[in-house]
């Protein structure tokens, strides 16, 4: 599915058509990259998840010291898939709040009202168990705050560009040698039938879908360890996955670094298919 603009956006308070909803010029999230942003992902119309996600954004909110109240936000969600006209459909919602307007300063000004921008966009949630992706490795250069999911990407897109580019879907990212996540996903690897993904802290997003697989990794009595995997343990594993919003839980066919593949698996595993099963089951349950 190609992108597209959504027609109608909500912007601080009010909803509009996107071509005339503007932001000042002097909006800190435009000129600083100050600011967070959420997607939540909603099935046949119902959000999945979403106390998880408004979770993650007040943690947010609370590190960068943005004041924000956000329970009002939940109206406005659901409004998002009516004007979006997306009842019934599959999508995502985009939130992203930063500081809002003031002159230039880097510190945080005494006086500035949060920009809030919430709008709703389709996306397709089926199928992702029936690909398998190509994905490389590249060092993961990004700050050291990473559990903050900030609007400042410039690194997550200068890497996945540089995959993109080389004909990759996604990259596998390591600080020195030991593996964090992906670009805009987490990684998962299983080997002896065990599953293992890096530990929540400051190199890694709490990613929501990363919590949902972990959850039904225990609830099927499959053995799930966090623990940061190297580079090196690459050639040990049976099956990699990525896990996101937007991308599912994802198999992955080769992780390749410097152009020779240190993981290659053409068939999806066993593990990666039993938790792609579960998550449709979880997600699509009430349909
Ligand atoms: N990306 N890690 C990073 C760096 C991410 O940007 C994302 C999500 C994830 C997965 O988190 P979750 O399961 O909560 O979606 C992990 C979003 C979808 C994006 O940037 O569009």
Redesign the pocket.
């Known amino acids: 599915m190609k992108k597209s603009f959504p027609k109608r956006v909500f912007l601080n308070g009010e909803w509009k058509n996107a071509e005339e909803a503007k932001i000042s010029v002097f909006d800190r999230g435009f000129v600083f990259g100050d600011g967070l942003?959420e997607?939540i992902?909603f099935y046949n119309g119902k959000f999945f998840l979403k106390e998880d996600?408004l979770n993650?954004l007040s943690y947010g909110l609370k590190e960068i010291n943005i004041e924000f109240e956000i329970d009002g936000i939940n109206d406005v969600l659901l409004k998002a898939i009516r004007e979006a006209d997306l009842d019934g459909s599959d999508g995502?919602a985009y939130i992203q709040v930063t500081r809002g307007v003031a002159p230039r300063i880097h510190s945080y000004p005494s006086e500035s009202k949060p920009t809030v921008l919430i709008y709703a966009f389709p996306v397709v949630l089926e199928g992702f168990e029936e690909k398998s992706v190509d994905v490389l490795v590249s060092e993961d250069y990004r700050w050291h705050r990473?559990d903050i999911?900030s609007t400042s990407?410039v690194a997550?897109v200068a890497m996945n560009n540089e995959a993109v580019k080389n004909g990759f879907h996604e990259n596998v990212l390591h600080r020195n040698g030991v593996i964090t996540?992906?670009?805009?996903?987490?990684v998962f690897f299983v080997r002896n039938k065990v599953v293992y993904t890096h530990p929540n802290g400051k190199f890694?997003?709490?990613?929501?879908?990363?919590?949902?697989t972990i959850d039904l990794c225990r609830a099927n009595n499959i053995q799930i360890i966090e623990t940061p995997l190297s580079i090196d343990q690459l050639s040990t594993v049976d099956e990699v996955f990525l896990?996101?919003?937007?991308?599912q839980i994802l198999a992955v066919r080769s992780v390749v670094m410097n152009g020779v593949a240190r993981f290659k698996q053409n068939q999806i595993g066993e593990i990666t298919r039993i938790l792609q099963q579960e998550l449709i089951g979880k997600t699509r349950r009430y349909i």
């Open positions: 942003y997607v992902p996600h993650r995502a990473c999911k990407l997550n996540e992906g670009s805009h996903s987490s890694i997003l709490p990613g929501i879908t990363r919590k949902a896990t996101g919003t937007t991308t």
